[in-house]
């Protein structure tokens, strides 16, 4: 099983990036996908999810109104909108998938440019 996110990099302030996470190796639709983040020195924490099919979202407060996670399971991917992005959304970002088992991706780094 294996969870490959891309779609980091430097953004300015007020930008907007988008986040993949290619899933494969499991049954997809049936896993509950997450979205976390860590920043140095920090613990990581849980900024959204949702569920098998897409009908239920739930964001923190941190970035409600801001991100917007969406999955298509025809193509095992699950993405993570993020617009109006602050100095305080620099970290590195992780897709988690939960079901039976539970699976890391790597990750992939959001930097503010500012």
């Known amino acids: 099983a294996q969870l490959v996110e891309s779609g980091g990099g430097l953004v300015q302030p007020v930008g907007s990036l988008r986040l993949s996470c290619a899933a494969s190796?499991?049954?997809?639709?049936?896993?509950?996908m997450s979205w976390f983040r860590q920043a140095p020195g920090k613990e990581r924490e849980l900024l959204a999810l949702?569920?098998?099919?897409?009908?239920?979202?739930n964001y923190a407060d941190s970035v409600s109104g801001r991100f917007t996670i969406s999955r298509d399971n025809a193509k095992n991917t699950v993405y993570l909108q993020m617009n109006s992005l602050k100095p305080g959304d620099t970290a590195k970002y992780y897709c988690?998938?939960?079901?039976?088992?539970?699976?890391w991706g790597q990750g992939t780094q959001v930097t503010d440019s500012s």
């Open positions: 988690n998938a939960r079901h039976v088992l539970i699976y």
């Open positions: 190796g499991f049954t997809f639709s049936s896993y509950v």
């Open positions: 949702i569920t098998t099919g897409g009908g239920f979202t």
